[in-house]
């Protein structure tokens, strides 16, 4: 039953609230980002107060953060590489599989992403530190894959399983193996499942701060956990630095969003029909 003009203007005033309500604290964070800290926290606030770029000088130049946004860089292209791979390739075996081992192994994949990362560090941290692989880009990478990987296989394992069977048997008796049909068929029809999936790996990854402040030291410390001491901090200047790192984290995420927002809203409603 469609809705009436009345209710769909109501359903459009509503969205339009929640959207300013929601972006008004981003927004309103990236303005004080740009002045001073006698101007971003005047009271009564000061609307004509002069636009300055120091905040992102001193942080980028002086403090070097550039450093902290190439470890973040290595740290979510890796984690997203390695977990689309291995999530790709389990999860078109396991819709494939039709016998009751494939079950218990993604309810055993959907407990171990339930336990908080907490209780996984302190293991992965006595082991790293055994190791001497500590403060390494790998061990990180690979407690980021370790926990993300479930939810790659979930995810994308609904995916495949809206993608018929006999696309892999026709490609098959034209010739194809198990693989071939899997990378040159299945694969471009299954591209939009992909993004979306490498999206919320990324996000993880991208904003990830507990594993990145306890297994490496400040050279190899990714940007969430390279700001955290600075929104925390007495000194106004890296108060300010940490909000100018704050607005440097969230603009990259937006333009990502923007970029791939067709193919997101693809897989996501491609994951969400059966057919």
């Not at 389990?90 to 192994?105: D, E, I, M, P």
């Not at 992403?113 to 390494?136: E, K, Q, V």
Request: aromatic share 14%.
């Amino acid at each position: 039953m469609p809705l009436s003009r009345f209710a769909q203007r109501i359903i459009y005033v509503a969205l339009a609230l929640w959207l300013v309500i929601a972006s008004l604290p981003v927004i309103w964070t990236a303005v004080i980002s740009l002045r001073d800290y006698v101007d971003a926290f005047a009271n009564p606030v000061k609307w004509s107060a002069p636009v300055t770029f120091e905040n992102y000088r001193a942080l980028w130049i002086d403090r070097e953060f550039y450093r902290n946004f190439f470890n973040t860089m290595v740290v979510t292209i890796g984690t997203v590489s390695i977990s689309l791979c291995v999530g790709c390739l389990a999860a078109y075996a396991l819709a494939r599989y039709r016998g009751s081992l494939g079950f218990w192994l993604l309810l055993v994949a959907l407990v171990f992403r339930a336990l908080p990362h907490s209780t996984l560090l302190p293991s992965f941290f006595t082991l790293f530190d055994a190791l001497g692989i500590r403060n390494t880009y790998f061990s990180l990478i690979f407690v980021l894959v370790a926990i993300n990987q479930p939810f790659t296989i979930w995810m994308l394992r609904s995916f495949f399983m809206n993608i018929p069977a006999e696309l892999d048997e026709a490609a098959m008796v034209d010739g194809c193996s198990r693989f071939q049909a899997f990378r040159r068929v299945i694969i471009p029809v299954m591209w939009p499942g992909i993004v979306t999936t490498g999206l919320f790996s990324f996000l993880l990854a991208y904003n990830d701060f507990l594993l990145s402040s306890a297994l490496t030291n400040a050279e190899k410390m990714t940007m969430p956990a390279a700001i955290a001491n600075s929104i925390s901090a007495e000194s106004e200047a890296l108060l300010m630095q940490g909000v100018a790192g704050a607005v440097s984290i969230t603009l990259p995420l937006i333009i990502l969003v923007v970029i791939f927002q067709r193919q997101i809203v693809s897989g996501l409603t491609q994951g969400a029909v059966k057919g």
